[in-house]
Nanobody, 124 residues
Framework: QVQLVVSGGGLVQAGGSLRLSCEASGRTFSSYAMGWFRQAPGKEREFVAACNWSGDSTYYADSVKGRFTISRDNAKHTAYLQMNSLKPEDTAVYYC?????????????????WGQGTQVTVSS
């Protein structure tokens, strides 16, 4: 069992930056692929970014490519989402997820554990 605690959301002006953190419980964090998803008001949850167990393979949604960076520190059992050049359309609740699957995973049903979500609001 893995528990994920997400932090780092908040209110930021367009063009600003935020870093989200996702801290995992348990000793097997390094064996999990990690992903970030988001859900805007009135919309379905969507994929944002993912990385493999080591963090050396990553994948991004086109809408965030070049602006967001996913990373992880296995020693700290924590995954991160660095968000730069934020836009109002990035406003959403952001979730992290962990998967026992292999590789870089883009689909919600590939993930086994989910964090509680954190609100990110970008003002224009």
């Amino acid at each position: 069992q893995v528990q994920l605690v997400v932090s780092g959301g908040g209110l930021v002006q367009a063009g600003g930056s935020l870093r989200l953190s996702c801290e995992a419980s348990g000793r097997t964090f390094s064996s999990y692929a990690m992903g970030w998803f988001r859900q805007a008001p009135g919309k379905e949850r969507e994929f944002v970014a993912a990385c493999n167990w080591s963090g050396d393979s990553t994948y991004y949604a086109d809408s965030v490519k070049g602006r967001f960076t996913i990373s992880r520190d296995n020693a700290k059992h924590t995954a991160y989402l660095q968000m730069n050049s934020l836009k109002p359309e990035d406003t959403a609740v952001y979730y992290c997820a962990a998967s026992g699957g292999f590789g870089v995973l883009r689909y919600e049903n590939e993930y086994d554990y989910w964090g509680q979500g954190t609100q990110v609001t970008v003002s224009s």
